[in-house]
């Protein structure tokens, strides 16, 4: 081999290592469950009442976690009076956002049947057939959206925690 065949060789495994270095510096962190239900635009009203309720740092927190996230069309669904309530009291808001929320990382294949202690307090009925994940009387549309401390399942009903006594 030539000096030049030498040369050329060394500056093109020079590019090809820069390239390859710059495009792992440029591969994207992954989400926290905050930042993915922001992204989701099926989930815009989930997001606003989570900066409504003061939740999204906990949401950015370390997790893990899992969301069951309610859809935009799940919120539609819930009266109009009930919406105006929860959003004049920030407490019942963050108790209705709570239950929502599992302290731990629960993929849809790990799912059992069964209850889950949320953060709100109370236990949440989950369930599993095949594919298909229910959540109390809702059932996940759309499993394992990976965040980067949990998971966000989108379901198809807004999750009332039970009445205190």
Do not use: W, Y
């Not at 004049?88 to 731990?104: M, N, R, S, T, W």
């Not at 069964?114 to 009387?137: C, P, S």
Request: some cysteine; overall charge neutral.
């Amino acid at each position: 081999m030539t000096i030049t065949a030498l040369r050329s060789l060394a500056l093109s495994s020079a590019a090809a290592v820069t390239l390859l270095l710059s495009a792992c510096a440029t591969a994207p962190v992954p989400a926290t469950v905050a930042d993915t239900i922001a992204a989701n635009p099926q989930l815009s009203t989930l997001n606003r009442l989570v900066e409504q309720a003061e939740l999204k740092s906990a949401l950015q927190a370390v997790g893990p976690m899992t969301v069951f996230a309610p859809s935009d069309e799940a919120f539609k669904a819930v009266p109009a009076k009930t919406m105006e309530a929860l959003g004049k009291d920030k407490e019942q808001l963050k108790a209705v956002l709570g239950f929502h929320i599992v302290p731990a990382q629960l993929n849809a294949a790990d799912v059992k049947n069964g209850n889950v202690k949320t953060v709100q307090g109370a236990e949440l009925a989950l369930g599993r057939a095949g594919d298909f994940v229910t959540v109390e009387d809702g059932m996940v549309q759309q499993a394992d959206i990976k965040a980067s401390n949990g998971v966000v399942h989108i379901v198809d009903r807004v999750l009332m925690p039970p009445k205190k006594k």
